[in-house]
């Protein structure tokens, strides 16, 4: 029961931050960062915090914001700051939009100084192979979308949820691993070894 209220809880969370961020901005352009993520303090919660019926208090609340200064939570923080981002094929830059591998190299190296491979297929080779029961943040999961071979790769978030730069036409986003179209496709997850 615990688990089920902080599961709605998490999916509220994000569901508030995914529509604070898609608001329509007019006049832009190009992609812009959506705005600072507010970080929730538990202190100033009145509990019991009231979710479709369901109690929720606050413990568990918190319980779903880790602190911030695990590299983890670092990572997932500065992949969800890019969100709305244009897709761009061979994109590696803030300024010109991601592909898949682009965004996880751009996120890895910005928020942990880390380099890694390429492409996709480059980034399945390298860390140690995860199970998906044992996912956790920052994790690469991988999918084939293309043919046989590793075409895509996402950053874990948590509750089955990841972020990616998708395809052509799309923006940074998340989905969730369930999601018929990516259940079907998914290969396997990957940790880098400097999250190890």
């Known amino acids: 029961m615990a688990s089920m209220r902080r599961a709605a809880a998490f999916h509220l969370l994000v569901s508030v931050l995914l529509a ?22 538990s202190s100033s919660l009145t509990p019991p915090i009231t979710l479709g019926g369901d109690r929720v208090d606050v ?43 682009g965004f996880v190299r751009y996120v890895y190296r910005q928020s942990l100084g880390l380099d890694m491979p390429a492409d996709s297929a480059s980034q399945f080779q390298s860390g140690t192979r995860v199970d998906s029961r044992d996912l956790r943040m920052g994790d690469l999961v991988f999918f084939r979308t293309q043919g046989r071979r590793v075409s895509h790769v996402g950053i874990y978030l948590d509750n ?6 998708p395809s052509r036409g799309k923006r940074v986003r998340i989905d969730h691993l369930d999601d018929s179209y990516w259940a079907r496709r998914f290969v396997g997850a990957k940790r880098p070894e400097a999250l190890g």
């Open 20 to 41: 604070f961020a898609c608001a329509p901005r007019p006049g832009h352009s190009r992609p812009l960062l959506p705005p600072e993520l507010p970080a929730i303090d």
């Open 59 to 101: 413990a568990a609340v918190s319980e779903l914001v880790p602190a911030r200064t695990s590299p983890r939570r670092s990572l997932a923080d500065f992949a969800l700051k890019l969100r709305n981002i244009a897709y761009r094929h061979g994109g590696r830059e803030l300024s010109t939009g991601f592909d898949c591998s």
């Open 160 to 165: 089955g949820l990841f972020i990616h730069a």
